[in-house]
């Protein structure tokens, strides 16, 4: 099994930037897909950032530009350092794993594995 745990959540003004991490209990192994997904009351889960098995990013176009994912050699840490902030970007932030060929970051459904979530607020 694989634990997933986030950090680097907070509060920021409206053009700031926040970094969030999310480290797996275990190596991945390289067939492994990671992502965000964000969600706020009342609405889906959707995912704003992938990176597939072999290190290729995905973005949602909401956060192209602004956000950027990546991974560490070990494939047990996916960061997300998120840059120009704006208050729609306020949400709670999951980490999620799946195993495949590459990311469906429009499905959740195929991330088998998730994180308790971190909170993102943008003022």
């Known amino acids: 099994d694989v634990q997933l745990v986030e950090s680097g959540g907070g509060s920021v003004q409206a053009g700031g930037s926040l970094t969030l991490s999310c480290t797996a209990s275990?190596?991945?192994?390289?067939?492994?897909?990671m992502a965000w997904f964000r969600q706020t009351p009342g609405k889906d889960r959707v995912g704003v950032a992938g990176?597939?098995?072999?290190?290729?990013?995905l973005y949602a176009d909401s956060v192209k530009g602004r956000f950027t994912i990546s991974q560490d050699n070990a494939k047990n840490t996916v960061i997300l350092q998120m840059n120009s902030l704006k208050p729609e970007d306020t949400a709670m932030y999951y980490c999620?794993?799946?195993?495949?060929?590459?990311?469906?970051?429009?499905?959740?459904?195929?991330?088998?594995?998730w994180g308790q979530g971190t909170q993102v607020t943008v003022s």
């Open positions: 990176i597939d098995p072999d290190g290729y990013p």
């Open positions: 999620a794993a799946g195993r495949g060929w590459f990311c469906p970051l429009e499905d959740r459904s195929y991330f088998y594995y």
């Open positions: 275990r190596y991945l192994e390289p067939d492994f897909f």
